[in-house]
């Protein structure tokens, strides 16, 4: 079984978007639609997809819209393992634990939930069914999520019980990234973080509408600037993985999305990515 | 000019006076910790892709991000070329600096 650590460390992270349908319509996303379409992977994609990536160690995201609604999600996800140089990792609003929930028993798919949103300017609420509770310390590899959005922040305190089953090993606690026009965002990394950030960012988009990649999931759709797209081919998978494709855009200078200010990751990772 | 002396990088201008760059020889020291051997060199100009110059930079701005690291000859070479032009780059900038503020 592999270790998060292991994988934050050592795999460039990329983003399949399955799909752009979503059940919910979280204020801050920007890579949803509320109209059911697309829900059935084209597996001649996905493998030729995969297949441009076969000699790179890279953990790929299932997301979208909600991969849960995704028909055929554990073919999707076979596919994916078929390649010991990547990881699955799937990230959800619960969706997948009720539709697909040998998922969750899969400690070599990276289950994600994101469960927990200020959805109300007054109060915290759960995404997902009401039955379901968050996830609680586990060795599977399933954990929650919980973006730390200005409302979370500002009533965080009147949930104490739901703060405490959170506060373990197995919650990822993600820095607001600012996405919604509404809120105001004063928080930005320094220049140079966000230079490396586009050398690779967190994180480049396969989309699977326009069968296409995407600069920067950040600018993937709802905004003005739209992120740079290149054709899906071999020789820009190349260039992608080997840092040659992207650069720094205008949007990077004005981005709001948190960088952590010691790099978006370490040194080590960049020997084991450029000695390839 | 440049000058490496005692591993401290010193500018010396054309009338002879020495100027220590105390910034600058800490990112030498660091890129010697992940290069090993380092070369100055302004004829050092072949392009390189933007991450080799960013990490010279990041490495410059936080110095305790530089580790020491495994790189490989070919990635050596490129850190190599990035570290001569943000050197030079500095040293310019500091050049034209000084001229116009005397």
């Not at chain 1, 379409?37 to 996905?46: Q, S």
């Not at chain 1, 994180?203 to 797209?229: G, M």
């Not at chain 2, 990635?75 to 000084?98: G, R, S, V, W």
């Amino acid at each position: 079984m592999k270790l998060l650590q292991d994988i934050q460390n050592n795999y460039l992270a990329i983003d399949f978007f399955l799909t752009m349908s979503c059940n919910k319509d979280c204020h801050y996303c920007t890579s949803y639609t509320l109209e059911q379409r697309n829900l059935t992977v084209d597996m001649e994609f996905l493998k030729s997809t995969l297949h441009y990536l076969r000699n790179y160690k890279c953990r790929i995201n299932l997301l979208g819209g909600e991969p849960g609604l995704v028909k055929n999600l554990y073919e999707v996800i076979d596919e994916v393992k078929s390649n010991p140089n990547h990881v699955c990792e799937v990230l959800s609003n619960s969706m997948v634990r009720r539709r697909y929930p040998e998922v969750l028993k899969d400690p070599d798919v990276f289950y994600v939930e994101h469960m927990i949103l200020d959805f109300y300017e007054h109060e915290i609420t759960k995404l997902g069914h009401k039955s379901h509770q968050f996830l609680d310390v586990n060795d599977m590899n399933n954990y929650n999520l919980v973006i730390k959005t200005p409302n979370f922040t500002k009533y965080k305190h009147l949930y104490p019980d739901d703060i405490e089953k959170l506060s373990h090993a197995n919650t990822l606690w993600k820095q607001f990234n600012g996405r919604s026009p509404i809120f105001h965002v004063d928080e930005q990394a320094a220049e140079i973080d966000r230079k490396m950030c586009a050398a690779f960012p967190m994180v480049p988009v396969i989309d699977f509408e326009k069968q296409h990649i995407v600069h920067c999931s950040k600018k993937f759709a709802n905004n003005t600037i739209l992120s740079k797209n290149f054709d899906l081919t071999q020789e820009n998978v190349d260039k992608m993985m080997t840092f040659n494709l992207f650069k720094y855009e205008s949007y990077c200078v004005k981005c709001t999305e948190y960088v952590n200010p010691k790099g978006h990751f370490p040194l080590k990772k960049y020997v084991s990515l450029l000695n390839v | 000019m440049i000058e490496v002396m005692n591993d401290r990088i010193i500018l010396i201008d054309v009338t002879g006076n020495i100027t220590e760059m105390p910034d600058l020889t800490v990112l030498y020291k660091n890129m010697k910790k992940i290069l090993g051997d380092v070369t100055i060199d302004e004829k050092l100009i072949t392009p390189i892709e933007d991450i080799y110059n960013y990490i010279v930079e990041k490495i410059y701005l936080m110095p305790e991000y530089a580790h020491e690291a495994s790189f490989k000859d070919k990635p050596k070479e490129k850190l190599l070329i990035a570290f001569n032009k943000f050197l030079f780059d500095m040293i310019e900038t500091h050049e034209t600096t000084t001229r116009h503020t005397k």
